[in-house]
């Protein structure tokens, strides 16, 4: 079985540029997840899907961040402008949720985005 | 708010020496506990978990007891190897809720 694929693995940009990853969840996982990692941090959530739906992105600065689950399966999450602050790994996790429960998560590799 | 607090790093070890990383944790239900491994450009791997109070939970040698008591996750292993040179992440996650909380993570090296 596949696990979660994550492109590009590395992306250095200057600041003030757009800049884009990808990410295709385990099949048939409904909850798909997008966290960023600063050096000697654990992960920290930016937005949450169940499904198609954006259900907790209470993190995610809106005004640069942008995320996308458009039929469920992959995701995209943007980052435009990007900020020197913005250099981290950005993970991608996903689940099997139901609601009544809580599951263990999946992650991919990472993108680690470099701001220069 | 619900959280996790790990042991500080880095650790450092010796090969075959006995390997224990403090987790705690505050929640205001009922979590499951996680610990999940990193190796160095990789993501995260489950290594183990536990969902409710005296689980224990087992993995490549590894354990971790769910203790509600005193609020607690450690991570234990009995000789370390090499190869178990990571970074360890202790997580929880409330029942009905995939709001995962992550310590900071603990470095473990462990030398020849």
């Known amino acids: 079985e596949a696990g979660v694929v994550q492109s590009p693995r590395y992306k250095i940009i200057e600041k003030k540029q757009p800049v884009a990853f990808w990410c295709n969840p385990i099949?048939?996982?409904?909850?798909l997840y997008w966290y960023r990692q600063n050096l000697g941090q654990g992960p920290e959530l930016l937005i949450r899907y169940e499904n198609e739906e954006a259900v907790d992105d209470s993190q995610l600065p809106k005004d640069r961040f942008s995320a996308e689950r458009l039929k469920g399966v992959d995701s995209t999450l943007k980052i435009q402008p990007a900020e020197l602050g913005d250099s981290a790994v950005y993970l991608c996790?996903?689940?099997?949720?139901?609601?009544?429960?809580?599951?263990?998560?999946?992650f991919g590799p990472g993108t680690r985005l470099t701001v220069t | 708010g619900n959280s996790v607090t790990q042991m500080e790093g880095p650790v450092t070890l010796s090969e075959e020496a006995f390997l224990t990383i403090n987790c705690t944790y505050t929640a205001t239900g009922y979590p499951s506990l996680f610990w999940y491994v990193q190796y160095p450009g990789e993501g995260l791997q489950l290594l183990l978990k536990?969902?409710?109070?005296?689980d224990k939970g087992s993995n490549k040698g590894f354990e971790a007891t769910y203790r509600k008591e005193t609020t607690s996750f450690h991570l234990e292993k009995g000789s370390v190897q090499v190869s178990d040179s990571a970074v360890y992440f202790c997580?929880?996650?409330?029942?009905?809720?995939?709001?995962?909380?992550f310590g900071a993570g603990t470095r473990l090296t462990v030398k020849p």
């Open positions: 099949s048939g996982h409904n909850t």
């Open positions: 536990a969902t409710k109070a005296d």
């Open positions: 996790a996903s689940s099997f949720a139901l609601a009544g429960g809580s599951y263990e998560q999946y």
């Open positions: 997580a929880l996650i409330l029942y009905n809720n995939n709001d995962m909380r």
